[in-house]
């Protein structure tokens, strides 16, 4: 499985936006991109996922390079409740297309 | 629409001992998973179903038995408890679109297990 790599941490600022990043060198064409995130406590929750074109949403926007060997997930404007493991992952449209494979993700702290 | 939901919330559990895990989804998804998560690491696939009657290992089976009758429910069970299967686990569900493309997995509350 193509493997992602991510920062352990970040910290923003309420109100800013946060660019998190991704890198997934080994990303196959038939990989999408998927985020998840992990508030405290709780189960993860979906956020966005794309294959080749950005995607925007209610939550955030997803920034895929064009040789799509990295991505960037966007959060206009963070807020406290947004503080969270972020996870990047990559899941493939054929084969063994159920599995999702977490990795530690990116602890995201938001400043008031 | 309760999505996922699993039973209990919390258990500390003997060593030897075992109990099952419940996972119900109310959202007719064929797919269904159980995940581990150690304390700071990412969640690791137990075991995953990809419908009734159908059930497979994932990274981290041993110790753990699954089962799936229905199309709602994904029990997980543990026998022997030892230490290292204190943990919090996560049940997951989804569906797939036609052409095999996975769609969202939505997960449940989390059942917080200590083996002492």
């Known amino acids: 499985d193509a493997k992602t790599t991510q920062p352990n941490s970040m910290e923003s600022n309420e109100e800013e936006p946060v660019h998190l990043p991704c890198n997934h060198s080994t990303i196959s064409g038939t990989d999408y991109i998927h985020w998840y995130r992990q508030l405290p406590s709780q189960g993860p929750e979906y956020v966005i996922h794309?294959?080749?074109s950005n995607v925007n949403n209610r939550m955030a926007s997803l920034a895929i390079a064009e040789d799509r060997k990295s991505s960037t997930l966007i959060l206009h404007r963070a807020t406290l409740r947004d503080a969270a493991v972020y996870y990047c992952i990559l899941s493939s449209s054929g084969g063994s297309n159920y599995k999702l494979t977490f990795g530690k993700g990116t602890l995201l702290t938001v400043n008031p | 629409n309760a999505g996922v939901t699993q039973t209990p919330k919390f258990r500390i559990l003997k060593i030897g001992q075992s109990m099952t895990l419940q996972c119900a989804q109310d959202?007719?998804?064929?797919?269904m998973y159980w995940y581990r998560q150690d304390p700071g690491m990412g969640l690791k696939l137990i075991y995953y179903s990809v419908g009734a009657g159908i059930t497979d290992k994932g990274e981290v089976p041993n110790g753990y038995n699954v089962s799936r009758s229905t199309t709602e429910d994904f029990p997980l069970r543990l026998e022997l408890a030892a230490p290292s299967q204190t943990s919090v686990y996560f049940c997951a569900s989804s569906t797939t679109r036609t052409g095999g493309y996975q769609e969202t997995q939505y997960f449940g509350p989390g059942t917080r297990l200590l083996v002492l």
């Open positions: 794309g294959l080749t």
């Open positions: 959202m007719n998804h064929n797919y």
